[in-house]
C-alpha cells in the first residue's frame, strides 16, 4: 500500500513569519535612523553595524562594553498592555553602566524574542529602545528579533541589549581617586528603575489593588502606569562633569540596592556611609504594604537614588547644584563596605541590619 502524500510544511507552518519579521524591519528602520550620531549612520540591514570612533571624536579610546535586561518589569507591561516604556529601560541599564566608567555610550543593539511576533508590540518597544538611544545620544546599529513558537507563552516576550562606550585612555573612572573626606551625592531616580519587580509583583498581590486602579502613592495615576515610569538615563547629566574631572567615582544603584553597589566603586580601606533620606511615596507604600525591613530595602531598591556619586568636599556644593543632586553621606576610613545610617541607628549594612528605622 502506498502511503498517503504528505503536505509540504513551510516555516510559516511551524510558527515562523518571515514576512512579518521583514516587514518590522522597514517598519523600525525609520526610528533606527533617528538614532544617527558622529561614527554611525545607524542604517538596518546588515550583517553587523560599523562605529568610528574617530568620527566619533576620539584618538586613542579605551571600549567599555554592558549588555542588560529588564526584568520581570516585563510582566507588568504585558499584564498592563503597556509596552511603550520597557525599551528605555533597556537602554538605560545598560548605558549608565557604562557611564560610571566614564564612557560615553556610542552604539546599542537589542534582542527581542517572542513565541508569535505581534508587530505593533515589537514597533511600540523598540521605538522605546530608539527614544532611550536619543536620550542617551549613542546609535541604535542593530539586534535581533527572534521569533520562537513554543518557547514563550501567549503575549510574553523578553528583551536584552548590548552597548559599546569610550573613554579617553587615562580618563576611566576606577575609583582610585576615591578618598576619606569625599562627599556622597545622590541623583534621584524616576522610581523602582528596572530592579527589585519579583519583589513589587508579590507587594501588588498582597495589597489587593489592580494595575488598572489608581496608585495608593499616586492618585493621579494607575498603579501599572506609575510603576513603568521609565529608567533614568544619566548620560547627558554626568558626561560633562567626568569630562571636567570633577567626580571621584560613580555608582549605579541597581539590584543589590546601596549595600552592594557603592561598596564596587571603593578602594580598599574606604567605607561609604550614607544617611538615610525619607522615602519617596513609593517606597514608602512598597516598605509598609510588603512589611519590608529597612535592611531589605537598602539591599534590594534603589529608594529614591538611581546614582551616587563620590566627589571632593570643595566640590559637593557646587556639583550638587549643578547636577540636581542631594548631599547622601560621606567616605570614611574603615573596612571596605557600606552602611545605610538613620536616626535610629544602621538602616542597613553590608554586613547585616541591626536596627530597625523607619526611614
Not at 545607524?42 to 553587523?48: I, P, T, Y
Not at 538615563?233 to 570633577?246: D, E, F, Q
Not at 553621606?329 to 535610629?344: M, Q, W
Amino acid at each position: 500500500m502506498t502511503a498517503p502524500e504528505r503536505p509540504p510544511l513551510t516555516y510559516a507552518d511551524a510558527g515562523v513569519s518571515i514576512a512579518a519579521g521583514n516587514a518590522l524591519v522597514r517598519a523600525i528602520a525609520p526610528l533606527a535612523r533617528s538614532t544617527a550620531r558622529p561614527g554611525a549612520d545607524a542604517e538596518l540591514g546588515g550583517f553587523g553595524g560599523f562605529f568610528d570612533p574617530r568620527a566619533a571624536g576620539y584618538r586613542d579610546p579605551l571600549l567599555v562594553a554592558a549588555n542588560d535586561g529588564v526584568g520581570t518589569k516585563l510582566k507588568l507591561a504585558i499584564d498592563s498592555g503597556n509596552h511603550a516604556t520597557v525599551g528605555i529601560d533597556l537602554v538605560a541599564m545598560c548605558v549608565n553602566d557604562l557611564i560610571v566608567q566614564g564612557a560615553e555610550p556610542l552604539f546599542f543593539l537589542d534582542y527581542f524574542a517572542t513565541g508569535k511576533l505581534e508587530s505593533g508590540v515589537a514597533q511600540a518597544v523598540i521605538a522605546g529602545i530608539a527614544e532611550g538611544c536619543r536620550q542617551a545620544h549613542c546609535a541604535l546599529i542593530g539586534g535581533e528579533t527572534a521569533e520562537m513558537p513554543g518557547m514563550y507563552a501567549p503575549g510574553d516576550y523578553d528583551l536584552a541589549g548590548f552597548s559599546v562606550g569610550a573613554v579617553e585612555r587615562g580618563e576611566q573612572l576606577t575609583g582610585d581617586a576615591v578618598a576619606a573626606g569625599d562627599v556622597l551625592l545622590g541623583l534621584p531616580s524616576t522610581g523602582a528603575h528596572s530592579n527589585g519587580f519579583s519583589l513589587i509583583r508579590r507587594i501588588i498581590e498582597r495589597s489587593g489593588v489592580a494595575l488598572a486602579d489608581s496608585a495608593p502613592f499616586a492618585p493621579e495615576t494607575s498603579l501599572g502606569s506609575a510603576l513603568l515610569t521609565p529608567t533614568a538615563i544619566y548620560v547627558r547629566t554626568l558626561l560633562p562633569a567626568i569630562r571636567a574631572g570633577r567626580i571621584h567615582a560613580l555608582a549605579h544603584i541597581t539590584g543589590g540596592g546601596f549595600l552592594e553597589n557603592v561598596p564596587r566603586v571603593l578602594p580598599a580601606g574606604l567605607r561609604a556611609i550614607i544617611d538615610a533620606q525619607p522615602l519617596p511615596p513609593l517606597f514608602d507604600w512598597l516598605r509598609t504594604t510588603g512589611n519590608v525591613e529597612p535592611a531589605e530595602m537598602a539591599r534590594t531598591f534603589n529608594c529614591g537614588f538611581g546614582m551616587v556619586l563620590t566627589v571632593a568636599a570643595s566640590e559637593a556644593d557646587a556639583l550638587a547644584a549643578d547636577l540636581g543632586a542631594v548631599p547622601l553621606g560621606r567616605i570614611e576610613a574603615g573596612t571596605k563596605g557600606c552602611d545605610v545610617i538613620g536616626a535610629a541607628g544602621l538602616w542597613g549594612s553590608d554586613t547585616g541590619w541591626t536596627a530597625s528605622h523607619d526611614g
